[in-house]
């Protein structure tokens, strides 16, 4: 079935720190993928995207390449910050229908001053 | 900007009562959806909603829940006779055309 398996956290780093949060996918189709993200006490909201294989998202200096080879959508950020405390969630979609999104256990990422 | 809104955003209930959450999704959005999650756990998908009709459901919705769209605005969650498992955060949410699931804010559920 179609599932999504990420990174184990929590997460720390020291602010400017280099950020990955790992996350691969099963799919059946041809998934979009995403990356949410959860501040505290906070709904989720979408971070980033990306609907094909190669392509990037990007936000907020966050970025993710769907890697079709390999099966991943892994984040990354080159200097993290104190407010990019939160957490994170990959999730994929298979079709473009609106069928349900699966989501990752989520990340949760502390940065220290 | 457009935005999913929920209330209400905290929930106190005894255990056997009925709960109903309510939404309203983004106003061009077809597609509703509900997802549930447990205090330090994953995101579990619930239901989703299309056409003023279930289009798909989880094994966690089960004859306990229902959802119902009663005018052209609202999106309601109802739980029977709540359970103390069932308390967590539910989170309403709306895809549009470019198929980003937008989430309201949340709102908390605690089963006494």
């Known amino acids: ?31 979009s993928l995403f990356w949410y993200v959860q501040y505290p006490g906070e709904g989720l909201q979408l971070l ?18 769907y890697r079709k080879e390999t099966t991943s959508f892994h984040l990354e950020k080159g200097s993290v910050q104190v407010s990019d405390s939160a957490v994170y969630f990959c999730a994929l979609r298979v079709s473009n229908t609106g069928n349900q999104f699966y989501f990752g256990t989520g990340t949760s990422l502390t940065v220290i001053p | 900007e ?5 209330t209400p955003s905290h929930q106190v209930t005894q255990m056997g009562q009925e709960v109903i959450l ?36 989880s094994e966690i919705f089960d004859d306990q829940f229902s959802v119902e769209r009663p005018d052209g605005s609202n999106f309601t969650l109802k739980i029977r006779s709540t359970k ?29």
Not at chain 1, 10 to 17: D, G, H, K, N, R
Not at chain 2, 93 to 110: H, K, N, P, Q
């Open chain 2, 22 to 57: 309510r939404c309203v999704p983004i106003s061009n959005h077809l597609y509703f959806y509900w997802y549930r999650q447990i205090l330090g756990q994953k995101v579990e998908f619930l239901v989703s909603f299309y056409n003023n009709e279930i289009s798909e459901k």
């Open chain 1, 1 to 31: 079935g179609d599932s999504v398996t990420q990174m184990e956290g929590p997460v720390t780093l020291s602010e400017e720190a280099f950020l990955t949060i790992n996350c691969t996918y099963t799919a059946t189709g041809y998934p």
């Open chain 1, 48 to 65: 980033l995207k990306a609907t094909k294989a190669d392509d990037k998202g990007s936000n907020k200096g966050f970025e993710a390449t």
């Open chain 2, 2 to 6: 457009p935005e999913v809104t929920q």
């Open chain 2, 84 to 112: 103390l498992e069932d308390s967590a955060m539910y989170f309403c949410a709306s895809t549009g055309d470019r198929g980003e699931l937008f989430f309201g804010e949340g709102s908390r559920l605690t089963v006494l």
